[in-house]
Structures are given as structure tokens and as C-alpha cells.
């Protein structure tokens, strides 16, 4: 219904460039989109895009309902049961992955290691639950025994979260994609230490199968694919 509620659309407006809606996790607007859409601009094929940020979940959400034409998102395990069967095309990006990150002023920017008992010694901001930030944050202490210390700031934007991070003394977790960019400002640094490792995670674009032949979508997939490398 949505695929046709689109092409009538489409014959009111003839006129009217062809509209792509894109759903995406935060971090894919560091590098990925942005670089993608400039490709697509510079070969005169951008169209018009509908851009929403969200929860992988709930993108996955609107895709399987016929509101996103694609999603870029993490996969993982977590998310097995908000995939229709035989419904999606999965095309992986990159493998990302967590880091636990505190200003570059900060008193453990510079400590060779640290451990996971002194992190939970300072104050913490997190994004809201059902996130895969916040569930890296809680992974980060359980996976150790450690008690998960309170949160001091919730805040569900990851560049305001890291701009709070470089002006405070508060910890955060976040994708080293998002993490590699404030660094190379120096107003943030990764924290290093064995016990601070929490593994990758894929990063995908999923689209319908039933959607799979639109131009514009192929066009951004393609330019996507590039992007990333």
C-alpha cells in the first residue's frame, strides 16, 4: 500500500524529483551519508531525501511497515526478532565499534590503562534505554562484575552528548566512528585499558525486497557502498 501510495504521488507530481526516505542510527550521519549524498549531488542524481534518526529498532519498525524505503542500522542478535523473514535485503556497511570516551583534559585521557573499577568512580552520561550505546554502557560493568554506577545525564543525541563529554568531566560510550571524529578535534580522547574492549558490531543497510528494484534506492545503495569504502 505504501509502494502505491507512492507511485500515485508520484503521477499527480510528474514533475516532482523522485523521493528516497532513509532511516538511520546516528553514527551513519558522521561519514557515511553525508559522503554518500555529496557523490550523489555531484553526479546530479541526489533527487529529495527524507531523513530520520532513530533506534535501529524502531527504524526496522517503520521499514517493515512501508514508512522507510531503507534502514541504516547496527545488526546483532538483539534485533533477530524485529526482522521479517524473507521480507529484507541485508547489505553490511562496516563493523563498529564501542568506546568508552572522556574529555582530552580529563584525568585519565592520558593513563596507559585504566580499569573498570575507576571508571565507575565518575560521573556518567547515557543515552536512553533500548539504545545500542546504553546497552554497551550496561555490557561494560556487568560483563566485568562491577555494579553499573547511576547515570548522572541521560541524553538521547550523541553529538550533544559527546560535546557535553569534552566540556565535562563525565564518561560516555560511543561508536568509534562518532568518537574519531571529536578526537581529531582534540576536544576528546578514548579511553584505553584490556578491560574496555567490547567487541564490534556490524553496521547494515536493509531495504525491502519489494522495493529492491527502485532506482533512487539503487542509486544510494550504490553511493553508500562507495562511501564506506
Request: contains cysteine.
Amino acid at each position: 500500500m505504501s509502494a502505491f501510495e507512492q507511485a500515485a504521488d508520484a503521477a499527480k507530481t510528474p514533475d516532482a524529483l523522485p523521493l528516497l526516505r532513509v532511516g538511520a542510527v546516528q553514527v551513519a550521519g558522521v561519514h557515511a551519508i553525508p559522503h554518500a549524498l555529496a557523490a550523489l549531488e555531484g553526479s546530479g542524481t541526489l533527487g529529495r531525501i527524507e531523513l530520520h534518526e532513530g533506534r535501529a529498532r524502531d527504524l526496522l519498525a517503520a521499514l517493515r511497515e512501508g514508512e522507510l524505503d531503507c534502514v541504516i542500522g547496527w545488526m546483532d542478535e538483539s534485533l533477530a526478532e524485529a526482522l521479517p523473514a524473507g521480507q529484507l535485503t541485508i547489505q553490511p556497511l562496516w563493523y563498529g565499534r564501542m568506546q568508552v570516551v572522556a574529555s582530552s583534559k580529563h584525568a585519565l585521557a592520558g593513563a596507559r590503562s585504566v580499569s573498570i573499577e575507576e571508571l565507575a568512580r565518575w560521573r556518567w552520561i547515557v543515552p536512553p534505554p533500548g539504545s545500542r550505546t546504553h546497552a554497551a554502557f550496561l555490557q561494560l560493568f556487568l560483563h566485568n562484575g562491577v555494579p553499573v554506577p547511576p547515570v548522572a545525564i541521560e541524553c538521547s543525541s550523541l553529538h550533544t552528548m559527546l560535546n557535553i563529554v569534552a566540556a565535562t568531566r563525565c564518561l560516555a560510550v560511543a561508536p568509534d566512528t562518532v568518537v574519531g571524529h571529536y578526537a581529531r578535534q582534540r576536544v576528546v580522547t578514548a579511553l584505553k585499558g584490556s578491560a574496555l574492549e567490547l567487541g564490534r558490531n556490524q553496521v547494515s543497510l536493509m531495504t525491502r525486497r519489494d522495493s529492491d528494484a527502485l532506482q533512487v534506492l539503487l542509486r544510494f545503495r550504490e553511493a553508500l557502498l562507495a562511501a564506506v569504502g
